[in-house]
């Protein structure tokens, strides 16, 4: 029986980070994916990475420190995250990208910057490459290779975690199944390690797990790897570890479900500009099923918008336009021209447009007078510049030019909040408060709850990825040898 140093469960972000640098200091590594491929949601992350105190902000003159990015998260989550674990996380963050920068990772040209999506940091901060997520997976993947060609890593990919084995509560192996095992032909698989390390990310793109773990919120729209369903968290929960932080939930809005009841929106393909009013000025409203506005849409606070919505029924809204406005201010959804919009409007799946308001609002299934009701109080906010429900100050248009539009838009999840309680040691934690001695646990295994807190904190998902994977791969190899 081969006895591996370290054992990495889910090849992604955080795992394969770990894998390299702990074989890169001698230790004997085995990684188990379950995908046919390496890098799990670096294919498709947006890449924006947070740490202060850079050798590129140096270069750049940005006076910065992991103390002073450590106390800006404080003021945006309000101590609301693992606020140890944030701490580390901060320290490690620029020890990471002057490990990227020393690999050849690609900058943009105008990274760091003050990003405006989310909450925005005080001090340019935001590090990203010129071709997102994939940029780190450019500069890491050649290494991992070659650590695996070179035997410091065993690969096992299609190889799905199943369950723990346990000796005296020490984590000491796992079972895995064969991906692409036929069904009702299940092959089975056992490795063992001195040191087992969880990664398989978070629970995002599973609608079952995400109904349980958040009973209170609607149904989930999610943008998140189809591979994310939390089962490093659902094995180790059978074993008594605590499941925390799941209540600092919040969504993103502006997800559009192509397929009626598919529960699925792609923020690649089909993203309304709902996230934030910096980047583009609303010159639509937004209506909940009752057809009632419910905030100022061009309000600046990318937090406040989020909750605003997230308050209404079944966290979702229509982006209400007619033609002019379609014209005047473009599509509404990133990736779409107007052409694509209204070819969009045509299959009436989830934009629709009318030639009367009261049609789109039978369409929509929102009642027509309610909707003739807010359009005719929001023209007269236009005729007057004057909105006295909401203060909005941006009121460059009536709608009133058929046809109108309306897109059903979601608040959507990328990412997962809820997460496995590690301690100081990144050693996963029991209900009984003791530790599993040798099974740690890294990435969004963890939960935005955690890295994040009760708000969105910019690159406080990918960054903690990668920087404890580093932290640990380095901890963990000094240990085993
Ligand atoms: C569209 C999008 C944009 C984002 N943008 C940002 C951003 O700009 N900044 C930021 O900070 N965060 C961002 N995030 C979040 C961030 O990218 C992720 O939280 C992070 O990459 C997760 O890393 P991870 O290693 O924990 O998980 P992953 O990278 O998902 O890796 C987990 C791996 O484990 C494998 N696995 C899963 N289950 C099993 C199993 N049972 N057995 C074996 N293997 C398994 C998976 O196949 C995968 O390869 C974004 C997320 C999305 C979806």
Redesign the pocket.
């Known amino acids: 029986m081969q006895i591996f140093d370290i054992l990495v ?7 394969m980070t770990c894998a390299l640098v702990a074989s890169q200091n001698g230790a004997k590594v085995l990684v ?4 046919a491929q ?5 294919h ?7 740490a202060g105190g850079t050798q590129r902000q140096k270069s750049w003159g940005i006076e910065d420190s992991p103390e002073l990015h450590f106390q800006d998260i404080r003021r945006i989550n309000q101590d609301s995250g693992d606020m140890d674990l944030i701490r580390l996380a901060c320290e490690e963050a620029p020890k990471t990208i002057d490990w990227l920068d020393r690999l050849g990772f690609e900058f943009a040209d105008d990274s760091p910057k003050i990003l405006y999506g989310h909450v925005p940091y005080q001090i340019p901060r935001t590090h ?1 490459g010129k071709n997102l ?1 994939k940029s780190i997976l450019k500069v890491i993947l050649p290494l991992f290779e070659k650590q695996v060609a070179d035997g410091a890593i065993t690969l096992a990919l299609n ?4 369950d723990l084995i346990l000796d005296n509560n020490q984590g000491q192996g796992i079972i ?1 199944k064969n991906t692409q095992s036929i069904e009702n032909q299940l092959v089975t698989n056992k490795y063992y390690a001195r040191k087992i390390v969880l ?4 629970y ?1 793109g599973n609608h079952s797990f995400f109904a349980q773990k958040h009973p209170d919120l609607s149904r989930l729209i999610t ?3 189809p ?3 939390g ?2 968290i659902q094995v180790t929960e059978k074993y008594g570890a605590i499941f925390h932080k799941a209540e600092n939930h919040i969504s993103t809005m502006g997800g559009i479900e192509l397929n009626p009841q598919s529960g699925v929106s792609d ?2 393909a089909n993203w309304a500009k709902m996230s934030n009013s910096v980047d583009r000025k609303a010159y639509e409203i937004y209506v909940n099923e009752e057809g009632k506005r419910f905030l100022d849409e061009n309000e600046a606070n990318p937090d406040i918008r989020e909750r605003a919505l997230a308050h209404q029924p079944n966290r979702r809204c229509w982006v209400i336009l007619d033609e002019e406005i379609l014209q005047t201010a473009g599509s509404i959804v990133y990736q779409w021209n107007i052409e694509q919009f209204k070819t969009e409007a045509q299959k009436g799946r989830a934009v629709w447009q009318a030639e009367s308001l009261a049609e789109l609002a039978t369409k929509i299934g929102v009642l027509p007078n309610n909707l003739l009701t807010t359009i005719e109080n929001y023209n007269q906010a236009v005729d007057n510049q004057l909105d006295i429900e909401f203060k909005r100050v941006f009121l460059p248009a009536k709608i009133q030019k058929p046809p109108f539009y309306a897109v059903l838009t979601y608040a959507f999840s ?2 997962s909040f809820g997460g496995l309680k590690v301690n100081s040691e990144l050693k996963v934690v029991r209900q009984n408060g003791q530790t599993f001695e040798n099974l740690y646990a ?4 963890l939960g ?1 709850g955690a890295t994040s807190g009760n708000a969105f904190c ?6 903690p ?1 990668l920087s404890l ?1 580093r932290y640990l791969g380095k901890k963990l190899a000094d240990e085993v040898l």
Do not use: D, N, R
């Open positions: 469960v889910g090849g992604g972000t955080a795992g188990v994916e379950k995908t390496i890098g799990g949601t670096l498709i992350t947006a890449g924006h990475l947070s990203f997520g190889q799905t975690f199943l895995t990664a398989s990310g978070g995002a943008t998140a790897s591979h994310s369903l089962e490093g923020f690649w990328l990412i890294i990435g969004e295994i935005a910019g690159g406080m998902l990918l960054t990825a994977g």
